[in-house]
C-alpha cells in the first residue's frame, strides 16, 4: 500500500513539474509563446513572473524584427505563467499542436536555467518548437525535427547572471520565427511572404551554423537550414504552378533553382 501511494505521489509531483496549461495568444496575428523555464536560476513563484514579463518586454521592444510580416499580421510574444513544458516536450501530442497551429502559434520556447559555478553564472537549455514544423510531421509529412535545441552560453562566449540577456538571442529567435512564419505561410499558400521569410531564414540559420554549436543541436539545426533553403525552392515551384498566383507576381522572376538569389 505505501509502495503504490508513493508511487501516486510520485506522478503528481511529476505532473506538476511539467504542466502544458493554456496560454492565449495573441488575437489576429501570430504569435509566440514564452514559457516558464525551470532549473535552480530563479529563487520563487515572484522571481520566475519577473523574469517571464522582463523577457517579453524585452523581445517585444528592444529588437529588430528580422522577419516579414505579410501585411496586416503582426507577430507578437507572449509571457505564459505557470506553463512550463517538460525538457522532451512529451506533452505536445498531436491534438496539442494542431491546436497550437491553428491559433497561428509559431513558437513556443522554454527551458532549464540554472545557475552554478564559482562565482556563479547562468547556463540554460533552451527548447524552441517550430509548431508548423511539428504539425507537419503529424500529419506524416517528411520534415526535420521541429523541436530545436541549444545550449547558452557557448563556448567561449562571457558568463552572465542576467537570465534574459542569455536567453534573448536575436539572431536565434528571428531565424526560427522566420522559418516557422515562411513554412505557415507557405501551407496557406501565401506564396510571396512565405519565399521571403524562408530565405530570410536560410540567411539567418546559416549564420547560426557557423557559430560552435555541437553535437545534436548542431545535426538538427544543419537539417532545419537545408529544409527552410528546399521549402524556399517549393515555394517559387507551387506559385508558377498555381493558377491562381498573379501573371505579375515577383517570384516569377525568381529561379527555383537559385530560390533565394534575390534576398542574398
Known amino acids: 500500500m505505501r509502495a503504490a501511494l508513493l508511487f501516486v505521489l510520485l ?15 495573441a488575437p489576429g496575428g501570430f504569435t509566440v509563446l514564452l514559457s516558464e523555464p525551470t532549473g535552480g536560476a530563479m529563487a520563487d513563484r515572484a522571481a520566475v513572473e519577473r523574469f517571464l514579463n522582463k523577457l517579453q518586454f524585452e523581445l517585444d521592444q528592444a529588437r529588430d524584427e528580422r522577419w516579414i510580416n505579410p501585411g496586416a499580421t503582426p507577430v507578437a510574444f507572449r509571457a505564459c505563467p505557470r506553463r512550463a513544458p517538460a525538457l522532451d516536450g512529451s506533452e505536445f501530442s498531436a491534438q496539442v499542436v494542431e491546436q497550437l497551429n491553428d491559433q497561428r502559434v509559431l513558437l ?4 532549464v536555467v540554472d545557475r552554478d559555478g564559482t562565482p556563479p553564472a547562468l547556463s540554460a537549455q533552451i527548447n524552441y518548437l517550430l509548431v508548423p514544423l511539428r504539425f507537419a510531421a503529424d500529419q506524416r509529412e517528411t520534415v526535420p525535427a521541429g523541436l530545436q535545441r541549444l545550449r547558452y552560453p557557448e563556448a567561449g562566449a562571457a558568463p552572465t547572471t542576467d537570465a534574459v540577456q542569455l536567453i534573448a538571442k536575436p539572431l536565434d529567435l528571428d531565424a526560427f520565427i522566420a522559418s516557422a512564419l515562411g513554412l505557415k505561410l507557405l501551407r496557406e499558400h501565401a506564396y510571396e511572404p512565405a519565399h521571403a521569410n524562408l530565405c530570410r531564414a536560410a540567411n539567418l540559420l546559416g549564420a547560426m551554423l557557423k ?3 555541437t553535437g545534436r543541436s548542431k545535426t538538427e539545426l544543419t537539417a532545419l537550414h537545408g529544409f527552410v533553403q528546399d521549402s524556399a525552392a517549393r515555394t517559387l515551384r507551387d506559385a508558377l504552378a498555381d493558377p491562381a498566383y498573379a501573371k505579375a ?3 516569377r522572376l525568381q529561379n527555383p533553382t537559385r530560390p533565394c538569389a534575390g534576398e542574398e
Open 11 to 25: 506522478l503528481c509531483a511529476a505532473s506538476v513539474q511539467a504542466t502544458v496549461v493554456n496560454c492565449p495568444p
Open 108 to 111: 513556443e520556447v522554454w527551458g
Open 211 to 213: 557559430r560552435p554549436i
Open 249 to 251: 507576381g515577383l517570384l
